[in-house]
Nanobody
Framework: QVQLVESGGGLVQPGGSLRLSCAASGFRLDNYAIGWFRQAPGKEREGVSCISGRNGFTYYADSVKGRFTISRDNAKNTGYLQMNSLKPEDTAVYYC???????????????????WGQGTQVTVSS
């Protein structure tokens, strides 16, 4: 069964950290770019970060640059999003997705998505 499963979300205070994981099963993740998207209540989905399958390209939205770090461990068939210095405005459901490549214009686009994860809630609040 082909699927992506996110984990690592939760409630954290402002300034705290979380690491999200995106575990793939049923296919080889190293053939794909991994994108992280988020959606807060009442807001449009936002492309947060992306890492290419093989050439090391990474992208970060301006809103998370310098605070979030995307990575992957192809041996474990898993992608990660390390989130530091979290802010209340980072509160959202976070989704990972696979794409053939990171598609970026003025932002990361959710096009050509092969697989979506189920989402994990991140809440930043004191």
């Amino acid at each position: 069964q082909v699927q992506l499963v996110e984990s690592g979300g939760g409630l954290v205070q402002p300034g705290g950290s979380l690491r999200l994981s995106c575990a793939a099963s049923g296919f080889r993740l190293d053939n794909y770019a991994i994108g992280w998207f988020r959606q807060a209540p009442g807001k449009e989905r936002e492309g947060v970060s992306c890492i290419s399958g093989r050439n090391g390209f990474t992208y970060y939205a301006d809103s998370v640059k310098g605070r979030f770090t995307i990575s992957r461990d192809n041996a474990k068939n898993t992608g990660y999003l390390q989130m530091n210095s979290l802010k209340p405005e980072d509160t959202a459901v976070y989704y990972c997705a696979t794409q053939r490549r990171c598609i970026v214009t003025t932002s990361l686009l959710a096009v050509g998505i092969d697989n979506w994860g189920q989402g994990t809630q991140v809440t930043v609040s004191s």
